[in-house]
């Protein structure tokens, strides 16, 4: 005889077969291709191995002389830099289009889509199309205009060609946070903006006052992944300048990639990219929490 279950409580139904087939083989290609990768390049990190032949364990000292490296601490000024110019423009951008084809145009679906190409495309393509155009393209039409500053390929000036990256990863970047921003401003409910409008307030005064406040959690997701991201910025530099000239334009994945694979530096190098892990992830975090707290406070 069998005794039902007390009322407010839920019964517990039993974990089929089915069940562990599917998860047990996930979970062990998990654990092979990530877990066990991660765990050995922590170990690599504490040795002096440069990629082949036999190694010493050697502690922390890698850890150590990460903070004396002159080209670490270069890399990471200008990731940072970079990133957070990058973010700023992507973020502004982004946001000003969708408000725009909120406006009463024709065509509205037809440019949604548009603008969303750019995030479909190959990274590597639009670098290596954009190269072509700053090389050959943009210092023609500069000296038929008479833009002396850039009448010349400012990929190979040190003091802009992280302008022509930050161009690139921004035009490509926008069409993602295009998307969520979207997605925002259809949560808005219309008497709201109506109700404003009746009562006189300028677009500017329903951006500030209704539309910015009510799409906050949609600013917070942007700009944590956005940052993120640009953070971790690689393709676009390796098709526009490969890091150059000379170190100009070299991000701490670039230079990790060159100095662990190219360098003989694997074990410095994985220990400068668990560090690196360890920044984006308290950047992100402190990032987070301070969006959302000015989310509460709007």
Do not use: C
């Not at 991660?38 to 990629?51: K, R």
């Not at 850890?63 to 110019?85: E, G, S």
């Not at 921003?181 to 259809?186: D, F, H, R």
């Not at 006189?200 to 910015?212: E, L, N």
Request: net charge neutral; hydrophobic share 50%; charged share 10%.
């Amino acid at each position: 005889m069998t005794t039902a279950a007390p009322p407010g409580r839920r019964t517990r139904k039993p974990v089929g077969r089915t069940f562990y087939w599917m998860v047990i083989p996930a979970l062990v290609l998990f654990v092979l291709f990530h877990t066990v990768p991660v765990l050995q390049g922590f170990y690599y990190s504490l040795t002096d191995y440069p990629g082949y032949g036999s190694h010493e364990f050697i502690g922390l000292q890698n850890y150590a002389n990460l903070f004396k490296d002159d080209r670490i601490l270069d890399a990471y000024l200008f990731t940072f830099q970079f990133a957070i110019v990058a973010t700023i423009l992507t973020n502004v951008i982004a946001l000003a289009i969708p408000m725009g084809l909120n406006a009463k145009i024709r065509f509205r679906t037809t440019l949604r889509g548009i603008f969303f190409i750019p995030n479909v495309l190959a990274i590597l393509i639009v670098g290596y199309i954009f190269n072509y155009l700053f090389s050959n393209s943009l210092p023609v039409v500069a000296e038929a205009l008479g833009i002396e500053a850039l009448s010349t390929n400012i990929l190979v000036n040190p003091d802009l060609a992280w302008l022509g990256i930050v161009i690139v990863a921004t035009w490509q970047a926008v069409a993602f946070n295009i998307i969520i921003y979207l997605a925002g401003l259809q949560t808005i409910p219309g008497d709201v903006v109506e109700a404003a409008t009746i009562d006189g307030a300028g677009r500017w005064r329903q951006f500030a006052s209704i539309t910015f406040p009510l799409i906050a959690p949609f600013f917070t997701i942007n700009m944590v992944l956005s940052l993120k991201n640009f953070l971790q910025v690689f393709d676009h530099i390796i098709a526009l300048t490969n890091g150059g000239p000379g170190t100009a334009t070299t991000s701490v994945s670039v230079l990790i990639y060159t100095g662990g694979l190219e360098g003989g530096e694997y074990a410095y190098q994985t220990a400068n990219a668990i560090v690196y892990f360890l920044v984006i992830v308290a950047v992100s975090v402190f990032q987070m929490r301070l969006l959302q707290r000015r989310e509460m406070s709007a």
